[in-house]
């Protein structure tokens, strides 16, 4: 369902944003608005907040909420927002999405629900999970298909959710052979698709775009060089966009394989965004010497992360 605010649906870069905290864990507010004035200024085309590279499972309940509403004061409608709103219990989610709509995101995020390996709804049980979320609220739903449930959601059934629940429009892919679902899934759904992006850095994203992606959720790493890609690729430009990708692969790749969530704050720490790159534990630093080796790779493209504070 296209949003009522818009009258075309949404493509492009939509960047996760992390949440910086002090060097006692707690959270960093206004290192959190720096955060997403530096992201708007990389151009992106949306921000989605506490998702997994937020810490999302980190963070407590009253934190969440803060921070929802810190983040979406802060835009002011700058760029449309995209709230994650996981939880295992339909019931918290629920809450969660009413909550977000409230505050004026312009779209919800939520993985099937899983709690560990072995806790896991039935098929029908995640059907009647999206279809109380649709029911609760009147904004889009994007339905993250990633590893890290452990859910397997088949294109037919992610089909149906788009087929049946007209609100399930928007799809973040992050699944291996990610390419493949994408194009079985626009196959299979149509136009009841608004959205099919894909995840995990844009490392598979030439793939993904070639499979019919209209969109990209990366971390804030590198945003501002992405974008160039991937509008490139939706204007026709294909080797131009692959020529623009494979100079910032080696960054990306160097992001999803050695660093992860702690990419991003490294960089705007480095580049003056934020005062520390603390992650919350149990999570632990990069090595320094992995930290090192990132900001090599980055040093050799013009990232606004790693001068927008300078």
Same mark, same amino acid.
């Given at each position: ?22 060097e ?60 994650t ?5 339909t *019931?918290?989610? @629920?809450? +969660? ?6 505050? %004026? #995101? !312009? ?41 890290l ?50 995840g ?20 804030a790493l590198?945003?501002?060089?992405? *974008?160039?890609? @991937?509008? +490139? ?6 080797? %131009? #966009? !692959? ?68």
């Open positions: 369902m296209i949003s009522p605010k818009r009258t075309q649906p949404y493509n492009g870069v939509y960047p996760i944003a992390p949440t910086p905290f002090h006692d864990e707690t959270i960093d507010l206004e290192g959190q608005k720096r955060v997403l004035d530096c992201m708007i200024d990389q151009k992106v085309d949306g921000i989605c907040i506490l998702a997994n590279y937020s810490e999302q499972f980190l963070l407590t309940d009253a934190e969440r909420d803060q921070l929802a509403v810190t983040c979406l004061e802060h835009i002011a409608g700058r760029v449309p927002v995209i709230v709103c996981s939880h295992f219990s *019931r918290v989610s @629920v809450e +969660r999405a009413k909550k977000a709509e409230v505050l %004026g #995101a !312009d779209m919800i995020m939520v993985m099937p629900p899983y709690h560990g390996v072995g806790l896991k709804a039935s098929n029908a049980g995640n059907f009647t999970y999206f279809e109380s979320l649709a029911k609760a609220i009147s904004i889009p739903i994007m339905v993250q298909d990633a590893p449930s452990g859910v397997s959601l088949s294109v037919q059934f992610l089909a149906e959710l788009a087929h049946q629940l007209p609100q399930v429009s928007y799809f973040k892919i992050e699944t291996p052979g990610a390419a493949t679902k994408i194009r079985d899934l626009i196959g299979a759904a149509g136009r009841a698709v608004d959205g099919p992006f894909d995990e850095e844009s490392i598979t994203l030439m793939a993904d775009l070639s499979a019919g992606a209209t969109g990209t959720m990366p971390s590198l945003p501002d060089l992405i *974008r160039p890609v @991937v509008m +490139r690729y939706l204007d026709g430009d294909q080797e %131009g #966009a !692959d020529r623009l990708y494979n100079t910032i692969l080696p960054l990306i790749n160097f992001e999803n394989r050695q660093c992860g969530l702690r990419a991003a704050k490294i960089a705007m720490r480095e580049g003056g965004v934020i005062k520390n790159d603390t992650v919350r534990h149990p999570l632990e630093a990069v090595h320094p010497e992995t930290r090192s080796e990132l900001l090599r790779y980055a040093s050799k493209l013009d990232l606004m992360a790693l001068r927008w504070g300078k």
